[in-house]
């Protein structure tokens, strides 16, 4: 097609099924409803552990600003646009990497999109939109996760070098559409937009550059999609074939010529399986993690006698998480294997955020580095199909210790680790998480949970139950 035709074709098939997706699907699914809110929930106490790591960077631009009927960031004094905020609040929920986490082809935290939800719907129910309540907060956040785990299964974002954060950016722009009150057809303009905008690299998540930027790409990926759906509103026009156009468009471009493939229609299968990080860890290594703790019992008193450790574990891992060599700051070590797996064994107990800080004792204790390079790691190609197989839902690790005189401890091999979706304890210790992480700010976390997971919390004015939680804070107002 030249630049001087003027017919406009169909939008690309993919973006007409996210659109109508958005617009027509009913949930009907209880317990897609409830673990919705516990992902609201975790994110809010995900956004507030993470506070005093990123104090340079959250905040009005302009110091001192306080936008009228803005959003009050939680844990904080601070009242923000909805871009601003939709940076902070994206970049909290994401910086320690403790939220949550879905497996594929593309690895990624669908979390992250709640940045973008929450911030959005609480401007524009306090901008006079009296009937936004949150259950079209808790809506949003099902499809917002449906639309990025659904890219997920298949699509390997990762093999062409972009970051995850791209999906972000696509579900937020389609969620946020609706909440904003875009027609089907601006909604469809909204995500073509997103997958025009410059996409990440994904060098600041792979060594030797791992850098904090991995923390708040999404935040960045959620800012973009509010300002895209903002300017899309505003009358601008979207690209039909973003996807689909010869040599300019999305496929031929970006992801060498390859359609998507969505191997399920869009429904409720992410919000139902969704993995939470009850551990501060990269996910891919929560399973190894686990094996080792449950290992250090045996080994206290001991390690130093430790000839070899062999680790066994899925594909993903092994591209995202298999390094060697120095570890130069806390993203390089909350994205190495081999360190979570020595920290845990001299530890004895679960990591947490603090044990990849630059102070913590393990940066510098040479025993880490001492086991590190006992260990090695392999692709298990079983464990890999079965991290991929929709019906196993696996993200297995294995790792088996030899001493110093040849014995050869028993393996530990662990399938579905603490968090998995499949397991019965996952949505109390959630809620323990939850306490943990904001006793120190909120008063009563574990009523407040419990209010929130109610029924009747889905008929609250968006502004309401913000200003409900932001009334339990123990702030200096």
Known sequence: MSSNDNTRPAYDSVIQSIADYVFDYQVT??????????????SLGCAIESLPACPSFIGPVVKGTVVPEGFPLPGTKYVLDPLKASFDLGALIRYLDHSDAFPGAEWGHPSDNIGAILPVADWLSREGNVNITMRDVLEAIIKAYEIQGCFQFKNAFNKVGIDHVVLVKIAASAVVSKLMGLTREQTNAAITQAFADGQPLRVYRQSPNTSPRKGWA???????????VLMTKSGQPGYPTVLTAPKWGFYDTSFDGKPFVFPVAFGNTVIESYFIKLVAAE???????EAALSLSNQLRGRLDQVRAIRIRTQEAAMTIIDKTGPLHNAAD????MRYMVAVTLLKGDWLTTKDYEDDAPWAT??????LRAKMTMEEDPQMTLDYHARKQRKCASAVSVTMEDGTLLDEVLVERPIGHPWREDTIDCTKAKFVELTDHLVRDPAGFWDECMSEEMADIKVRDWMDLFMARQKLNM
Request: glycine share 4%; charged share 30%; with cysteine.
């Open 283 to 289: 996910g891919h290594a929560i399973s190894a993690v």
């Open 365 to 370: 204790d040479p025993r880490v580095d001492a």
């Open 29 to 42: 699914s209880a317990k897609a409803w409830r673990r919705a809110r516990v992902a609201l929930l975790d």
């Open 333 to 336: 070590r909350d994205h190495c």
């Open 218 to 228: 999404a935040g960045d990926a959620c800012m973009r999609a509010v300002h895209l």
